[in-house]
């Protein structure tokens, strides 16, 4: 007798999507199988105790103080930021749609930095009680948002990479930097310094550290397939006093 083949529609799609079901997994199997990752622990050689001047322009409004002389910054590992230089095993990647945000809070940049894959939008929102005026004279990003009270914002959009330093017309001492970077391996070490770059394909990179106040450090890595490379980064951050900041 010949075997009757099922022919109500519900039927036949569940048997699709069973047929369907292990090339889904296989393709998400290969490519977990293709790419690697790097995670470890930043460790930063001195401690940032100097304290900037401040200007102030509204004696009423008064920010969060800095921290104490000779304290250590836990924000300071979120100064850092851990990325890979375009290499060509890397693949192409088109243009970032994504929105990032720095705000004004206090007198100062939340976070003072950014890093974003170019294409990105930033928005800067004014939370102060206060005028800001956003602006850079960056090679990379010129712009000039105008004064904006607290409430609106503004945003611009990097279509290149490279280092945009940020600052305020109106108070001297507010500075932030958006890294715009060619890809999206990258990472910011956490409260407790250590950071992680998932899935990026297997091959030979160059890992940087980067932090305003340090040369970079760059290593030279080979990522494998599978297999997580640990790999621990000290920087050694000048003091404040000592950069002539």
Known sequence: MRAQIPRSPAILVIVLALLSQPCRVDAETEHSAAVGSIRGEVRITSNLTAQRMRFRLYPGFKPAPPPPPGEQRDDEWQNIVIYLESAPTMPEFPTSNQVSEIAQLGESFIPHVLPIVKGTTVEFPNQDPIFHNVFSLS?????????????????????????????CHLHSD?????????????????????????NIPAGNYTLVAWHERSEKVELQVEVTAGQPLELNITVPIEDDEASGM
């Open 139 to 167: 090679g990379t990003k010129t712009f000039d948002l105008g004064r904006y009270p607290k409430g609106e914002t503004r945003s611009v959009t990097f279509e290149q990479a490279g280092i945009v330093p940020v600052f």
């Open 174 to 198: 507010m500075s932030a930097i958006v890294m715009v970077l060619d890809n999206p391996y990258f990472a910011v070490p956490g409260p407790d310094g250590h950071y992680e770059i998932r």
